[in-house]
């Protein structure tokens, strides 16, 4: 169990390797998504190093909090935050979507031990973390709680909000559900494809206790996490504002991004390929050029 | 039960003494589902009950009656019933999702696909009101496919049970399985014609008949037609063996092929379409490892209508002059 206690300084370190993470093993991998996985690293690093109980020596213990990834095409986020925290070795990330590796191209319970569930196909997470909740409140009345990262644009299948009915029916306060929300998905921005908003107002009309936030901000994050934890008989939404691309210039607010890994193809208006992946470790590196003693 | 019947049948099928009386009792095989959810949450306090809107009509209600406190109503939401299922098997619970097979394994069959079968989550699918037997409900509610949607999934077994006792059992078997188990059942009374003492278990063929001439493998309760098509074919010196596959996956493949490679003929008898149903496995099988001609009594790539139990069985040949007419057929087709 992860007991150390991080400053926010610590934090940010840490979710910015894991930024240098993600853009390594997807060049490696030479496909998957760069986009939503930089968006999440910050809300990654404060579950796995600040908010969540859980031992990566033991990942099937059964006082953990458990940590369902909806969206899981953005399981690089997980992975190398999974690394970092001592799950696997670091050098593990570099099999990500390659023939046997247990880094497979969407997360697999049954490969890898960590990873809560099985994801790709997107709306169904929530389910299964209400189910898992339910259990928890009724049957096994239990301390754990049950996370559930998802994208905003899942938010369009009906599936949601079937499990948004049912969290809310049956008041499933040990759930925290944390939405992605970056305003881009596939096909363009949220709001062009099919208009979420107003989403705050949606889930309090579900029974649930919403809470924004700027998802890059740790502390926020931190705080969000713990007031959820003291809200009784509501299950708590935690709308996180983030930048999908976060820390790489040419990737941030922008959809072309969403699917494709840096160093693979010339994009028009992007820095040509050859350069991406170089721009990208340095830029994340130096903090954006905060750190100008480095040079190359 | 009639003599020359008594002559062919396995004494240790342990048959019902009134196999062919006319007032042999009837009770809709989703009864047993219910009676079984009892017995094995009564064993296994890991077991939940969640149902979609149905809980009449599934007989799921036999169990929120008896233990409240594990049913879980999610109204009508089969998707997320489905996933639901799936993280409260991830916690430690098994499980029965509940509504009719049209909805579930139809309707939720990524999330079946993704969540409970690729998670291997130990989740019991049971699909209600299967078949044409519906009757005038037509065919939006007449499952005819959901034997095929499940049988290609890895990790999940197929049961389909002939009548009520055996319904009860097999849902008492799906229980003790460790991993997804898709268990279907129908509307209608059907006739009890096995007893308690009939064996049963979970992945083995039963021979119900014993004959020479040809095989006739069946599934659900269309399996009493198949067992009055034998009885009479008797009658005419045709000598038929009748096999319960109340397992369709994984097919008891020994119990077959021994059948098989004895009598060289086949008929397969189900209330589902014929391809990817017990017809399409048996046929897979045979083609691999002992071809002989088949013959398959199901329904024929079409949906199904409105009318009576008994209309619709017989316009979509699931009856038992149909099966005779089957195994003549395939008796003609022997080399």
């Known amino acids: ?296 | 039960m009639a003599k020359l019947f008594q002559n062919m049948s396995n004494s240790k099928a342990h048959l019902a003494e009134k196999i062919f009386e006319k007032d042999i009792e009837k009770i809709p095989t989703r009864n047993g589902y219910g009676e079984g959810l009892v017995e094995a949450g009564e064993k296994d306090k890991r077991i939940l009950v969640l149902c979609a809107d149905l809980s009449e009509s599934t007989r799921s209600e036999y169990f929120q009656k008896k233990f409240p406190e594990r049913f879980v109503e999610v109204g009508v939401a089969e998707q997320n019933m489905a996933s639901l299922a799936a993280g409260m098997a991830l916690a430690g619970k098994v499980p029965f999702i509940s509504s009719y097979a049209a909805f579930s394994p139809g309707r939720n069959n990524e999330q079946i696909r993704t969540t409970v079968a690729l998670n291997n989550a130990n989740v019991k699918i049971a699909g209600a009101h299967a078949g044409i037997s519906v009757g005038p409900d037509g065919a939006t509610h007449q499952a005819l496919e959901d034997i095929a949607l499940m049988r290609v999934l890895p990790n999940m077994r197929v049961i389909v049970p002939c009548d009520a006792i055996e319904a009860k059992k097999a849902t008492v078997a799906a229980a003790a399985i460790e991993g997804p188990v898709y268990l279907r059942f129908a509307r209608e009374k059907t006739p009890l014609f096995t007893t308690l003492q009939t064996p049963f278990q979970f992945g083995r063929a039963e021979i119900f008949l014993q004959g020479k001439d040809a095989t006739i493998i069946a599934c659900g309760p269309v399996l009493y037609e198949a067992l009055l098509a034998a009885h009479l074919l008797e009658k005419q010196g045709v000598s038929v063996e009748v096999l319960n596959s109340h397992t369709v996956k994984p097919l008891d493949k020994k119990t077959i092929l021994q059948s098989v490679s004895k009598t060289k003929a086949v008929v397969t008898v189900e209330e589902h379409q014929i391809a990817g149903g017990l017809g399409g496995a048996v046929a897979e099988l045979l083609s691999r490892e002992c071809p002989v001609p088949v013959e398959c009594i199901g329904v024929q790539d079409r949906f199904g209508e409105s009318g009576s139990p008994d209309e619709l069985m017989d316009a979509f040949g699931l009856t038992h002059p149909h099966i005779i007419k089957a195994v003549k057929k395939v008796l003609k087709r022997k080399v």
């Open chain 1, 1 to 296: 169990m992860i007991k150390r206690q991080y400053s926010i300084e610590e934090l940010e370190k840490i979710a910015n390797e894991i930024r240098q993470d993600i853009i390594k093993m997807l060049v490696e991998a030479g496909s998957g998504h760069s986009a939503g996985p930089l968006g999440m690293a910050d809300v990654f690093c404060a579950l796995y190093f600040a908010v969540m109980n859980h031992d990566p020596k033991n990942p099937a213990w059964e006082e953990r909090d458990r940590l369902i990834l909806s969206n899981g095409h953005i399981c690089p986020v997980r992975y190398a935050t999974m690394a970092r925290a001592g799950y696997f070795p670091l050098k593990e990330l570099m099999t990500l979507r390659k023939f046997g590796s247990r880094l497979q191209g969407h997360p697999e319970r049954e490969k890898l031990p960590g990873v809560e569930t099985t994801s790709g196909p997107l709306g169904s997470g929530l389910s299964q973390a209400a189910g898992m909740a339910y259990v928890g409140k009724y049957i096994d009345k239990t301390r754990w709680r049950v996370y559930c990262a998802m994208s905003d644009a899942e938010q369009e299948s009906g599936q949601i909000w079937e499990a948004a009915m049912f969290a809310g029916k049956n008041r499933l306060d040990n759930l925290t559900a944390i939405i992605d929300r970056n305003n881009i998905q596939i096909d363009g921005c949220t709001e062009d494809v099919m208009p979420l908003e107003p989403l705050k107002a949606k889930y309090e009309a579900f029974n649930w206790h919403v809470l924004e936030i700027d998802g890059h901000n740790l502390e926020q994050i931190i705080d969000a996490c713990n007031q959820a934890k003291a809200i009784h008989q509501k299950p708590t939404i935690i709308i996180a504002q983030t930048i999908p691309g976060k820390g790489v210039s040419y990737m941030e607010n922008d959809f072309k991004w969403h699917g494709v890994p840096p160093g693979i193809s010339d994009i028009p208006g992007e820095p040509p390929k050859n350069q991406q992946v170089k721009i990208a470790l340095k830029e994340l590196r130096t903090l954006h050029g905060k750190i100008v003693s480095e040079h190359e």
